[in-house]
């Protein structure tokens, strides 16, 4: 019987539905009230409603500033936009739409809904300021992006890259802060197949590294062919220094990249066939890495780590589920992870039950394994996109479908605390 | 490529267990229960007028075995003359088969081989005392030989059957002839040559010996007597902690008649057991094995009256207790983790599908609660069909459907059902495939379900039908079964369907 999970739940901008009905007829006409003119497909759709989307959650990443706030990205799916948010103590949120909206025209309340379908992939950090920086996809153009927040407000660019303009390169970007606030960004250059790593310098300018792989390029066919899990996560030491684990999108092994003086190291840490469609890498207190992975061919959540330079790996849950006949059922388990060390040092994983489309947790005891995984949130379709926060606390997408049955996510919080079978705070 | 009955049972195998296509064998075990035990499970018939066709067979397994020849030491040979004496170095001859003819009858075979022997030249050394006084060759020639041989059939010490030849081989044929060097006939050639043509003789006999007992082998190995097979499946990269394990152990009964006036008959006994693998119920028992009436073959094929060369006898019991170990063994369990369903599409039985994006690939969980039954049903001639159909019922099936969204593989339907298939197999050429003819959906219950737009009864119809999809794509995944038995001019030429058995006839 699962633990009953006590969540707070914010429900980000919810305009209550059905204020509006269905258009009918074309623009031309008219729209009702409470939407605005699409242009492009010359449809009536909904405003941007003043503050945060309905449709938000999806390529969820968020930070905690130095108030203890939790401020986030994500792509707000019915827009294709770029939106950044702040949780308010108030259990509301406050949101900017950063990009995708087509200028001063795709404002909130605008009848202009074109714009570029950017935010995929976002991945967000803070600097001391507590201002924040994010990386995304832009998938109108194929390009990776970077947006800052500054006093003068949000400044966008298109990272610079060498690659034709329809070459592709961004997805599964992933971005860090370096100790002086200049980002660091990992990503799969699509085109070439290829892993890299830009950096911002002190003068403005972007430095790109790729990283190198051995084999497998000669038969990339040049695309993802559709979107992707995270598949790159990048943490920098105290040094500064990048360390990447990625999917190895050739052989579709788990592999880490560190950066030496003037080169890369890159260890195997597991040979797959296919695991880490989903990744999550942290350092530990003593600055040992560790990554939570899927592991798709067996339907597993792994949990790799180094400890002194001891590579160990261990399946923190295999899916295996009994039923009253007492068959084994195996669900894959693993996608949408996110590993976080507690304050105890213990990793601690957030990840889908995708059997269920439930959030589920795993914290790892003092014997060098995990505790029995705990359902954090099981209403609806639920568990993606989660962000293990200090707290601990999860910050995690969910789906419901609106009364057309088109699917909206929305983010929810989870005080992990509060989570029935929840050992001592981490 | 050579006719042999024995030849299929891998075939049956692959058969008898479709799962076989994913798994891997393993080194054999010889541990089956006795339980699992029965006997006369396949049998092989050749009939009384297939001696031609075994001594094909044999033939060419001796080829391939490269001992269609054999050799023999023709020993020194020495004597003594008026003054003199003589010897003559060992030397060596080799018989090879040219010819073999097979009758068949009431309990013997009678094989007549004929032979032909290298014409061996001999040093012929002539001795004062121990003085080598001459030395001259002695050419021997010797004609084309018969050999005639009766194999008659025996037990083993552990009572399995086999055969041997019943006496000594018999040889017949034109006398040896020798001729000496003219200088040294002078020493008394009719002595030497008399004692060398008994030495070549002796050879000749031994080595047609050596091919009597290597004929009798290949005849062995045509009929099926060494026909002895066992060995473990489990499936491939299982992750379960217990992933179950199928046995099969097959030998030749003891109860084989290998030859009668009918023809000869070997029943293979043994059966199928396995170790439950975790995804099966605990409950899950083994389908024990039985004991069967062997078949009775008929002269010529039923129903068209054509001669046939082989005949195989397959028992219901032996295809149910395959199905029942494969699924206690785990081999019908499928997880999401075994790779995505290639060119299905359930976009257009899920509208729904479509809110969460561009649907990528679709991953199937198959978890059989119940043990299949297997049962063989008729073959719809108007459609062209010449074989039986196999109907195969899974109770209690429980399916999940994982559908890839944005890089997530997540369940959209979980449904329990009881499903039986109904298959007709189809040879063409080396191949035999299996076609989904017909499916059955009942007791279908929606265990879980994100397409929450679907009403509750468009839901079950169109998950009813996605079942039929899916077993229609899993059986395209079988792919052709390959058949070695119908290489080259061997063609199925009828069935017969008896009680608890079907009979298969193949001929030319």
């Known amino acids: 019987m699962r633990a009953v999970a006590y969540t707070i739940s914010v429900i980000l901008g919810f305009v209550a539905a059905g204020c509006a009905s269905p258009a009918v007829g074309v623009c031309g006409g008219g729209c009702p009230a409470g939407t605005v003119c699409d242009y492009e497909n010359n449809r009536c759709v909904e405003a941007r409603p003043p503050d945060c989307p309905r449709d938000l959650g999806r390529f969820l990443s968020a930070a905690v500033d130095s108030s203890e706030q939790i401020i986030f990205s994500a792509y707000a799916g019915e827009y294709g936009d770029l939106v950044v948010g702040r949780l308010l103590p108030d259990g509301t949120a406050s949101c900017e739409y950063v990009d995708g909206t087509a200028g001063s025209g795709g404002k909130p309340g605008s009848p202009d809904m074109s714009g570029d379908d950017v935010g995929l992939y976002s991945s967000l950090d803070l600097d001391v300021f507590d201002r924040p920086h994010v990386a995304y996809f832009d998938r109108t153009h194929g390009k990776l992006k970077y947006a800052r927040k500054s006093s003068e407000g949000w400044s966008v660019v298109t990272v610079p890259h060498p690659s034709g303009e329809n070459d592709v390169y961004g997805r599964a970007c992933w971005l860090r802060l370096d100790s002086t606030g200049m980002p660091h960004i990992a990503f799969w250059d699509e085109s070439s197949g290829e892993l890299e790593v830009a950096g911002k310098l002190s003068d403005g300018r972007w430095s790109l590294e790729k990283v190198p792989l051995d084999a497998g390029r000669g038969g990339w066919p040049g695309s993802f062919g559709g979107e992707v899990g995270r598949i790159v996560s990048l943490v920098l030491d105290s040094d500064d220094r990048e360390w990447v684990a990625f999917r190895d999108v050739h052989d579709g092994s788990l592999k880490v990249a560190g950066r030496q003086q003037q080169s890369w190291m890159v260890l195997l840490v597991d040979p797959g066939p296919d695991v880490a469609n989903w990744l999550s890498a942290a350092l530990d207190g003593d600055g040992n890495m560790a990554v939570a992975y899927d592991d798709r061919s067996t339907g597993s959540l792994m949990y790799a780590w180094n400890e002194g330079g001891v590579l160990s790996r261990l399946a923190v849950n295999d899916g295996r589920v009994a039923d009253s006949s007492g068959a084994v059922r195996r669900y894959p388990v693993g996608q949408h992870c996110s590993l976080a060390f507690g304050a105890d040092g213990l990793p601690g994983v957030l990840y889908l039950d995708a059997a269920n489309l439930d959030l589920l947790y795993s914290v790892a005891d003092r014997e060098g394994g995990f505790e029995a995984p705990r359902v954090v949130a099981s209403e609806g379709t639920t568990g993606f996109f989660n962000n293990l926060l200090p707290g601990p606390r999860a910050l995690s997408c969910s789906y419901s479908r609106t009364a057309k049955g088109d699917l909206q996510a929305r983010i929810f919080l989870t005080d992990l605390d509060l989570v029935a079978g929840k050992r001592g705070v981490p | ?504 006839y193949f001929g030319p």
């Open chain 2, 1 to 504: 490529m050579n006719l042999s009955c024995r030849n299929c049972l891998c075939f049956l195998l692959a058969l008898a267990i479709p799962a076989l296509a994913g798994c891997r064998i393993d080194s054999p075990e010889r541990d089956l229960s006795k339980a699992a035990i029965g006997t006369d499970v396949i049998e092989f018939h050749y009939p009384g007028s297939s001696g031609r066709r075994l001594a094909v067979l044999a033939t060419g397994l001796l080829d391939q075995a490269g001992t269609n020849s054999q050799d023999a030491v023709i020993p020194e040979v020495s004597g003594s003359l008026d003054c003199t004496n003589f010897k003559t170095d060992p030397s060596g001859l080799s018989v090879q088969l040219s010819a073999i003819d097979i009758l068949m009858s009431a309990g013997r075979l009678e094989a007549n081989l004929e032979v032909d022997v290298s014409d061996p030249v001999l040093t012929l050394g002539i001795f004062s005392g121990e003085q080598l006084v001459d030395s001259c060759e002695i050419h021997v020639s010797i004609p084309k030989q018969d050999v005639m041989l009766r194999i008659v059939a025996g037990q083993d010490n552990d009572q399995r059957p086999l055969i041997f030849v019943d006496g000594e081989p018999v040889l017949s044929g034109e006398p040896v002839s020798t001729v000496t060097d003219p200088y040294c006939q002078a020493y008394g050639s009719q002595v030497v040559e008399t004692a060398v043509s008994r030495a070549v003789a002796g050879a000749v006999f031994q080595a047609s010996t050596l091919l009597a007992n290597a004929l009798v082998e290949a005849l062995g190995s045509t009929l099926g007597l060494d026909t002895a097979v066992a060995g473990n499946v489990a499936r491939l990269e299982s992750a379960d902690a217990d992933p179950g394990r199928l046995h099969f152990d097959f030998w030749p009964g003891a109860d084989s008649n290998v030859f009668s006036q009918t023809g000869s008959r070997v029943g293979l006994a043994g059966g199928f057991e396995s170790t439950r693998a975790d995804c099966v119920p605990a409950a899950a028992a083994d389908f024990p094995g039985s004991m069967q009436v062997p078949a009775e073959f008929a002269e010529k094929v039923p129903g068209t009256g054509a001669e046939y060369q082989c005949a195989i006898s397959v028992s219901d019991d032996f295809l149910q207790q395959a199905f029942s170990a494969a699924w206690r063994g785990g081999l019908l369990c499928r997880t999401a983790a075994d790779g995505e369903l290639q060119t299905i599409d359930l976009a257009d039985l899920f509208p729904s599908l479509l809110a969460w994006g561009e649907p990528g690939g679709v991953r199937l969980a198959m978890w059989p609660g119940g043990q299949p039954q297997l049962a063989f049903a008729p073959a719809d001639t108007d459609a062209g069909e010449s074989l039986p159909r196999l109907s195969l019922n899974l109770p209690n099936l429980g399916v999940d459907l994982y559908v890839n969204f944005e890089g997530s593989d997540m369940r959209m339907l979980g449904v329990g059902a009881d499903v039986n298939l109904e298959l007709a197999p189809r040879i063409e050429g080396t191949h035999v495939f299996l076609d989904l003819v017909k499916t059955h959906v009942g007791e279908l219950s929606i265990e879980y379900s994100e397409m929450l737009t679907e009403a509750a009864g468009s839901l079950r119809a169109s998950a009813a039908e996605a079942l039929s999809r899916i077993a229609g794509q899993l059986v395209q995944q079988l792919g052709p079964l390959d058949v070695p038995m119908v290489a080259g001019a061997v063609n199925l030429l009828g069935f017969k369907r008896l009680e608890g058995r079907t009979l298969l």
